[in-house]
């Protein structure tokens, strides 16, 4: 078990006997693969593929994420202050590689307390990408999903956490969803959705099924205006592509952040409900009750 500077989170000695662990089984009969793909860097893909994980898993899902972007691996958001190292751990580039079982690469994530169970603790596993894993070459356009087959049948969720660039991998985790939402913040652009989207079409054409469930407006000012003119002009030309819940910008989020839990783990996030609610709209469009 690692241990991170929250003591609390994680199931010590003196809370064994307290403490009670869920995500036992796996709960769904068909696993869903699901990413949140967007051109650019900063625009909270690693921020809602851990939020959403940690709300599904603290729903009793049993939830894996991948990670593909080696510049931001999301294994080091919530193992940082562990005795975790990245370098010195397997990674998905050796699993496409051939070289090492999937299973080996794995790792579970400390156990969270649940937001107002205190006694009781989520987790998730995560799969680390490796060096370079954004441009790992292969002539198979399948070869993440034929990696992720062998253990598809262990888990309900799994999500992919993507590169900012139009790399290779991001082509790869497209090949391999069932469904993406593109995030996007203030500054962006329509057009950086219509790439994406763009990307997804290719994607089909080569063979995958991947559906997009929608547009996320994050990192929204409740108070200015451009941000409010910027939502309204979103909601005018996507319609209800774009998700109703906005996840607006939250110190909760950095906070979290700093202290390696997701965002419904710690104390402030009780206060701050967009994830919540955006998480259960994302349950509502992935048709999962
Ligand atoms: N709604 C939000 N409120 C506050 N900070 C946010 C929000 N969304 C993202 N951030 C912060 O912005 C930074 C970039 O987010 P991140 O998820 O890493 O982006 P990406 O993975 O797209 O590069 C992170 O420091 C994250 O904590
Ligand atoms: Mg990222």
Do not use: W
Not at 189 to 195: L, P, R
């Amino acid at each position: 078990m690692f241990t991170n500077i929250l003591g609390h989170h994680i199931i010590g000695n003196k809370e064994k006997t307290k403490i009670i662990p869920t995500n036992k089984g796996k709960i769904m009969e068909n696993t869903i693969h699901i990413c949140f793909p967007a051109r650019k860097g900063g625009v909270g893909k690693t921020m809602l593929a851990g939020n959403m994980a940690a709300y599904f898993a603290n729903d009793g899902y049993r939830v894996l994420v991948v990670g593909t972007d080696s510049q931001e691996d999301i294994t080091e958001t919530y193992l940082a202050g562990t005795d975790f190292d990245i370098d010195n751990h397997h990674t998905l580039v050796e699993v496409l590689n051939g070289e090492i079982d999937i299973h080996d690469a794995i790792v579970k994530t400390p156990e969270f307390k649940k937001p107002r169970k205190k006694l009781q603790t989520y987790s998730f596993d995560m799969l680390p990408g490796g060096s370079d894993i954004n441009h790992y070459p292969s002539d198979n356009l399948f070869v993440l999903r034929d990696a992720v087959e062998k253990v598809k049948s262990e888990y309900d969720i799994i999500i992919y956490d993507t590169c900012p660039s139009d790399s290779e991998s991001s082509m790869y985790v497209l090949m391999t969803c069932d469904y993406a939402v593109v995030p996007v913040t203030n500054q962006a652009s329509f057009k950086s959705v219509n790439t994406i989207l763009g990307d997804m079409e290719l994607a089909k054409e080569c063979g995958s099924h991947i559906e997009c469930l929608g547009v996320i407006l994050n990192n929204l000012t409740r108070i200015n205006l451009l941000d409010k003119r910027n939502e309204e002009l979103f909601r005018e030309m996507l319609g209800d592509m774009v998700f109703k819940n906005v996840v607006h910008r939250c110190t909760a989020v950095t906070n979290a952040d700093a202290y390696n839990v997701p965002v419904c783990s710690f104390n402030e996030g009780e206060r701050f409900d967009d994830l919540y609610y955006l998480y259960l709209e994302l349950k509502k469009r992935m048709g999962v009750i």
